[in-house]
């Protein structure tokens, strides 16, 4: 069975700094992996997605993450965070040629605080 | 606004009652899945429906049921309602990425269901 662990339940940045955020996975072999963002009160946006080939993949909002597979993970990064950003972080996993049939398996989330 | 709509956007109910949440997935989505979000549990999968039938079950209680109707629109049905089931219910509707087969999840508002 697949599973996420994100070991950071809370982050606390100032603006202009540097973010990461961690994201562990547990799974046989080489999973989809996704980061969704939900902003207080919305629902789930989705920032990024990996499925094979380049390891470092872009998103939305100036995000970028790397799926590093010796260290089973795939953590999130924004050079430069915005106040704007601050919001609860998801990273969720999924498994590969399952056809019709598929889910995705979310972390608990980080919380990132942006201070001025 | 994702596309996947999601109705009554709260909802405040009895313990014992049962409820109906309504989701229509994205224009051209076949698959439709369900999420519970709540503080203790996060984002457990529940179930997920493609082109009206049972693709894959999660932690879905027996008190609830859902199905795909022929116009794709999914309804969850909760009954005999507890306290603990108050929480907020996301929809999701999938594409599948036409390079890698992958299906990528849009997800809803939301529905908030409080259990008094």
């Known amino acids: 069975a697949q599973s996420v662990t994100q070991p950071d339940i809370h982050i606390t940045v100032s603006e202009g700094a540097s973010l990461e955020l961690r994201c562990n996975y547990s799974?046989?072999?080489?999973?989809?992996l996704f980061w969704y963002v939900q902003s207080p009160g919305q629902g789930l946006q989705l920032l990024l997605k990996?499925?094979?080939?380049?390891?470092l993949v872009q998103g939305i909002k100036g995000f970028e993450a790397e799926f590093k597979r010796s260290q089973s993970s795939f953590n999130l990064r924004k050079p430069s965070v915005h106040w704007s950003d601050a919001a609860e972080y998801f990273c969720?996993?999924?498994?590969?040629?399952?056809?019709?049939?598929?889910?995705?398996?979310f972390g608990t989330g980080t919380r990132l605080q942006v201070t001025l | 606004d994702s596309g996947v709509t999601q109705t009554p956007k709260h909802l405040i109910t009895a313990t014992g009652q049962r409820v109906t949440l309504r989701c229509s997935p994205r224009?051209?989505?076949?698959?439709v899945y369900w999420y519970q979000q709540s503080l203790d549990q996060g984002l457990q999968f529940l179930i997920q429906?493609?082109?009206?039938?049972?693709?894959a079950k999660g932690n879905i209680l027996e008190r609830f049921s859902a199905q795909q109707f022929p116009d794709l629109h999914s309804e969850l049905n909760l009954s005999s309602l507890e306290l603990g089931d108050s929480a907020l219910y996301f929809c999701?509707?999938?594409?599948?990425?036409?390079?890698?087969?992958?299906?990528?999840?849009?997800f809803g508002a939301g529905s908030r269901l409080t259990v008094l």
């Open positions: 429906y493609y082109n009206g039938e049972e693709r």
């Open positions: 999701a509707s999938s594409a599948r990425d036409g390079y890698s087969g992958a299906n990528v999840l849009t």
């Open positions: 799974y046989g072999a080489t999973p989809y």
């Open positions: 224009s051209g989505d076949l698959s």
């Open positions: 969720a996993v999924g498994a590969p040629n399952t056809g019709t049939a598929s889910k995705l398996t």
């Open positions: 990996y499925f094979s080939g380049d390891t």
